[in-house]
């Protein structure tokens, strides 16, 4: 049976597929925390989802995922501001340019901190209530670079590939207690962070947004986006290692 | 257009723990159709009280009152509220046997009450069909039970009660020390303070039997007429309605007429008064164990089924058991709701309502059949619908009215819901065009504009001012009182 969602939290709502899937959710009807560090941004986003809409469904929530002691007493307040929750996504990301040669753990930790540790703080929150409650559906935003451990950014695959397994730990904690815990792994989406970069088969933000949300509402455990990168994984997972070394991806 | 609400962590004190999570609960309604998360606390003491008050005001949260979650609606739960279970200040503190005088906590349950008490001859004056709500519970709504025109409500019998504010004073409250806030607390359903005691009167009785008398009515007008008739010579008045009957059948049903046996009448008063007596069968048929009969009725629990079971019902109380004279004992008589443990389960997974208007006689049968035929109109005829007689109480905001009351209960569905609380608004209309009222333990689906027009006398005004007086910074609240009072 398919989900409806009328309070969401998104964490990562200033850009990108964070903030589509905010404006999309709150054009459903859907009353929307949107957690992000840049506060200009983040209000200006929050205010014109509210006129779009003609009342207040998006509520901006200034907060930077870094700051990891923060995030209780926060989440404990998105419910009382929605009037209920029934869906958490993690979007937040960042991905570093790292030269082929360049070994900067200050960047790794910084990729570390916002692609893992974040999602860690604020879906340990929601799973502790879903698993209470029963119910809920938390969606991570991953990545197919999290399949492998390709050469070009080994913090950005080293953090997706870790946010799937957790998602999966997850799964398999509260899926007992009617939980979705839903795992994202995008291909080539048009956002701030993929700017620059050699693309191809890209979507839109938005309309990864609709995918995403299409796909949490059915509570599926894992869905590439779109759908063909999963082929593209399996290919890529299916290269024997010494191969796999030898090709610049 | 409104402004966006920034949720700033500078409106929130992170250096202040966040409650526990492992008191965070799905509380429910008792009819399973409404529920909420929230912080739940169970304290065994005053102090405990004052703790959990005091926390709230600290952190700015509302807190919610419980008993034992039988309120069928929305009135024991608020989300992300405190909620402030009071069933484990559960002691006895005095009793005479002498007076009948009984002194307990708030959070002791009426089969505790009785329990203890029926040895030596006496049993509550007032008691709702369950045995399990609390004593605070019943005076926080005010409940009735099938004597309500003879013995009132639970509250006309409460002689003391004291009241924790929640600025942390307790008051002791009764019809000598301080009326107008004793009269108000009584049916407030928890928003002026937590009861913590209160000294209860009960009714002297010189047997563990009743005189019950089955009674058949072939229509609405009947079932009235026999109900107001048998006010004044029966304790306990109580019709059970078919609501699916139409036209010249409609509002059929059988009621039942008791009266307690007088000395003399019960040949072993002592075997009567014993708890043994009283204990409601293990099986039926001799067969059934209680515990499953509920997963035999819920096959039957939909349209068609329940159709039959209400025709069914109806013939044999008009054949086999017409006119039936039979002793049975008070638990059994009085707690019908207990007979079949976990009953409610039959209406899973939606739930269930119950809508309970009150209206004065004089419009209660053009009211009532308005009522039953609107159900039938739009193909949600009740399950279970019970006609009592009640009389005015002095309580503020006082559901009782001199007249009928009609509950009538509804199973809530993934497809009805929405239509379902557009009858409830749609039942309720031809209720205050009477004059009557409604009763905040039942309902889940009253809109707040109707559920006030039962008050026309500054009732809500002068409840709004005590509101002010004992609790300015509006800590207790429940979603019932925010749907119904704003």
Known sequence: ?249 | MPPATAVSPSSVDTAVAPLPVDRLERVDGWGMAVSAPGYVYRPSTIDGVRDVLELAQRRGLPVTQRGSGRSYGDAALCPEALILELNRMRRILAWDPESGVLDAEAGVSIAEIWRYALGDGWWPAVVPGTMHPTLGGCLAMNVHGKNCWRRGTVGDHCLELDLLLPTGEIRTLSRQRDAELFHGVIGSFGQLGVITRARWQLKKVSSGLLEVRAVPARDLGEMLRIADDAKETSEYVVGWLDAFAGGKRLGRGQLHLARHLEEGEDPAPTQTLKLEAQDLPDTFFGVIPRSVMWRLMKPWNHRPGMRLVNSVKFHLSNTLGKDAVYPQSLAAFSFLLDYVPGWKKTYLPGGLIQHQSFVPAPAAEGVFRRQLELCRQRGMPSFLAVLKRHRPDPFLLSHAVDGFSLALDFPVTGGNRRQLWRLVRDLAEPVIEAGGRFYPAKDAALPPELFRAGFTDGQLERFAELKDRCDPDRVLTSALAERLLG
Request: hydrophobic share 45%.
């Open chain 1, 1 to 249: 049976m398919k989900r409806e969602f009328h309070h969401a939290l998104v964490i990562g709502a200033s850009s990108g597929i964070g903030e589509a899937l905010a404006r999309r959710l709150a054009a459903a009807d859907c009353r929307v925390v949107m957690v992000a560090r840049r506060r200009d941004e983040l209000e200006r986003i929050a205010a014109e989802i509210n006129d779009l809409c003609g009342e207040e469904r998006a509520f901006p929530l200034v907060h930077d995922v870094r700051d990891r002691d923060e995030v209780p007493r926060l989440f404990e307040q998105v419910p009382r501001t929605l009037g209920g929750l029934d869906l958490v996504v993690y979007a937040s990301g960042v991905l570093h340019k790292v030269g082929f040669e360049e070994y900067d753990t200050a960047k790794d930790a910084h990729t570390f901190e916002v692609n893992l540790l974040g999602a860690v703080a604020w879906l340990n929150a929601a799973a502790a209530r879903f698993q209470r409650l029963g119910g809920g559906t938390i969606v991570g935003i991953g990545s197919i670079a999290g399949d492998r451990g390709r050469s070009g950014s080994p913090a950005y695959n080293t953090s997706k590939g870790a946010l799937a397994i957790y998602l999966e730990t997850l799964r398999n904690r509260i899926a007992r207690r009617g939980t979705k815990v839903v795992t994202i792994k995008p291909g080539y989406v048009e956002t701030p962070m993929t700017a620059g970069a050699k693309m191809f088969w890209e979507v839109s933000a938005d309309r990864a947004a609709q995918i995403i949300l299409a796909k949490a509402r059915r509570g599926v455990v894992c869905a590439y986006v779109p759908a063909r990168w999963r082929l593209v994984s399996w290919v890529i997972r299916s290269i024997p290692s010494f191969l796999f070394r030898r090709l610049k991806v």
